[in-house]
């Protein structure tokens, strides 16, 4: 009978312990096949315009060194510092491949496998095109080496355990492509992609749950940003209801003033001086087109 006992005991625990694991190591994401692509500094430069890089991985405050690692992000879990990614061997990514570097940003990967906190939006990069994705590499890789970086993570207890991420991406994260969409003109095929991937709207526009995922039936209604910041809904409906036009928000975008005169504040004050008023005309008027559909599919 002990012995019967124990065994149950036994195989209970390594049936626990092989689901714990299973579900803490996330979802498998299919390595992209890069190979005979050629990266593009210029564009690349171009890419982390839009996608937000220079934003978050540069300390404004300082010496500010592009890409040397940004200032504290303070959310309800703690306070993010997004690293160094210049070629610093030691500091940076310098030591990384871009095999590498294609994991962290579509799959949410360490080179050593561990996963990386969701502050990082790889559930948006990881819809970024291939060639998008070369490009940025070959940006990344061009500017100069920096020493040092910002400080740890500073989380709260269990936010701070970096394996339990794994259960989050299960719940929350969804790799590979957008879905195609024929039926939609080029243009708004475009916004779509700036919107959803390389832009990562959603990642403040849309509010989130208690563990910090998106909440699919709100998208774009409005979130919290660092700081416990007010972010606005930009769903068509609430945009029509301020009294935005497609003419004020591409203004907006590049001017960071609002119909009023007045001037956007807070993290879309970064997103616009680093970000938005270095597009191109076509992207913004076709991130517009995309936010401003009424029959926009959620």
């Known amino acids: 009978m002990a012995r019967s006992f124990w065994l ?31 990266g593009d500094v210029n564009r690349g430069a171009y890419v982390a315009r839009l996608s937000g890089c220079i934003a978050c991985h540069t300390d404004p405050t300082g010496d500010g060194a592009v890409l040397a690692g940004g200032a504290g992000i303070d959310t309800e879990f703690g306070a993010f510092f997004a690293p160094n990614i210049t070629p610093h061997p030691e500091d940076g990514i310098g030591a990384w491949t871009l095999a590498d570097f294609s994991r962290s940003l579509t799959a949410g990967e360490e080179p050593d496998g561990g996963h990386l906190f969701p502050v990082f939006p790889y559930s948006f990069y ?109 769903t068509p409906e609430a945009l029509a209801r301020a009294g935005w036009t497609s003419d004020d928000l591409r203004y907006a975008l590049r ?34 087109e995309y936010l401003m559909d009424p029959e926009r599919p959620e």
């Open 8 to 38: 149950i005991v036994g195989a209970a625990a390594l049936l626990g312990g092989g689901a714990f694991v299973w579900l803490t190591a996330g979802p498998s994401v299919p390595e992209r096949n890069l190979v005979g692509l050629s």
């Open 255 to 288: 001017s960071g003033l609002t119909p009023t005169g007045d001037s956007l504040g807070g993290s879309m004050a970064e997103v616009i001086r680093d970000g938005t008023r270095y597009w191109s005309d076509t992207d913004i008027a076709a991130l517009v």
């Open 126 to 234: 990881t819809r970024l095109t291939d060639q998008d994705v070369v490009d940025l590499w070959a940006a990344v890789r061009s500017v100069p080496a920096v020493a040092g970086g910002p400080p740890e993570h500073r989380l709260r207890v269990p936010f701070s355990w970096a394996r339990g991420v794994g259960l989050w991406k299960r719940l929350y994260f969804e790799s590979g492509p957008l879905a195609p969409a024929e039926d939609r003109n080029e243009s708004w095929i475009r916004g779509r992609y700036l919107a959803e991937a390389a832009a990562h709207c959603g990642a403040c526009h849309t509010p989130r749950t208690l563990l910090g995922g998106r909440d699919p039936d709100r998208k774009f209604e409005g979130g919290t940003g660092p700081g416990n910041e007010k972010i606005p809904a930009i």
